[in-house]
């Protein structure tokens, strides 16, 4: 349940998934929110072709703790 981060949504198909008895309930809840976001994000950057590279870039910077300035450094750089 950790793996969630206690995001409302996510704990309650978590729950919902332990109660119909699926052995593997947070890493099926897991991998189906991570599918989830990533046809959201698909999709709002097919809306944004010209900018879609810049969103791309700003959202790997998050893999580890980044200042402002460094996000804006990495998007010069491109």
């Known amino acids: ?3 969630l981060d206690g995001v409302i949504g996510w704990l309650t198909y978590y729950c919902y998934l332990r109660s119909k008895g699926v052995q593997e309930a947070l890493k099926k809840a897991v991998d189906d929110d991570a599918r989830m976001i990533a046809n959201e994000f698909q999709q709002f950057l097919s809306y944004r072709q010209l900018a879609g590279r810049r969103y791309v870039e700003v959202m790997k910077t998050p893999k580890r703790p980044s ?8 998007l ?3």
């Open 67 to 74: 200042t402002w300035s460094e996000v804006k450094r990495r």
């Open 76 to 78: 010069c750089q491109m």
């Open 1 to 3: 349940m950790y793996g």
